[in-house]
């Protein structure tokens, strides 16, 4: 008997298929982009969310303040040796003095965060407008975020001369450059993003 209630159609059945056919490689990659989704709405949807995003962005900025202004001298080339028997960690300052033209840039951009960010929390609402602030706020953080990068990365005020392998010594500059630039980019992307969600929210 043709058409019975538990038959599928061929359509049905070619999508199924597919599903199954599908490798570790997509399934895991559908688990990531529907994780990613849900994180984004969760962090700009929900008020909860928002609120976490700022007093996130406030802890990690009190301490990037503290750590690169107080305790800098611990950024090093660290390296465990044996010398004369003894046994220990060797740390090499890979700081110039050009460090300290970098840090009022610095200085600046964590104040400007952390006040930007606590104005978030207190002015955190479902009224229009909202999305306007908080947008808004973001995008500026976010210049000063690429104007603290560049700046490091014009001034370099890293010196890798110390390093006893050489080999590292040329290297880091190099990954560090990169890393530095990858950062900007990544800001750069993110500035984009928040100029788009200004512009979406102003035409509301």
């Known amino acids: 008997m043709s058409g019975e209630a538990g038959d599928n159609s061929p359509l049905e059945t070619e999508e199924c298929e597919k599903k199954t056919r599908r490798g570790p490689g997509e399934q895991f990659g559908e688990w990531g982009k529907d994780l990613g989704d849900r994180l984004d709405d969760y962090f700009h949807s929900s008020r909860s969310g928002r609120?976490?995003?700022?007093?996130?962005a406030i802890a990690w900025s009190l301490v990037a303040f503290v750590f690169f202004?107080?305790?800098?001298?611990?950024?090093?080339f660290y390296e465990y040796t044996t010398v004369e028997g003894v046994s220990g960690w060797v740390r090499t300052p890979i700081l110039t003095d050009d460090y300290h033209l970098?840090?009022?840039?610095?200085?600046?951009?964590?104040g400007l965060s952390i006040a930007g960010h606590i104005m978030l929390i207190v002015y955190d609402s479902s009224c229009y407008g909202t999305s306007i602030l908080r947008q808004?706020?973001?995008?500026?953080?976010?210049?000063?975020g690429i104007m603290a990068v560049v700046s490091?990365?014009?001034?370099?005020?890293?010196?890798?001369?110390?390093i006893s392998h050489q080999?590292?010594?040329?290297?880091?500059?190099?990954?560090?450059?990169?890393?530095l630039l990858g950062i900007t980019i990544g800001l750069v992307i993110a500035?984009?993003?928040h100029f788009v969600r200004l512009i979406v929210a102003i035409a509301r």
């Not at 609120?51 to 996130?56: G, P, V």
């Not at 808004?136 to 000063?144: A, N, Q, R, T």
């Open 136 to 144: 808004g706020v973001l995008l500026f953080l976010k210049l000063f």
């Open 69 to 76: 202004f107080f305790f800098h001298r611990f950024i090093a």
């Open 102 to 110: 970098w840090l009022p840039v610095l200085g600046v951009a964590l």
């Open 152 to 162: 490091l990365l014009i001034l370099f005020p890293f010196d890798f001369s110390g």
């Open 191 to 193: 500035t984009i993003v």
């Open 51 to 56: 609120l976490t995003s700022s007093a996130f």
């Open 167 to 179: 080999a590292v010594s040329e290297a880091l500059p190099v990954v560090i450059a990169i890393a």
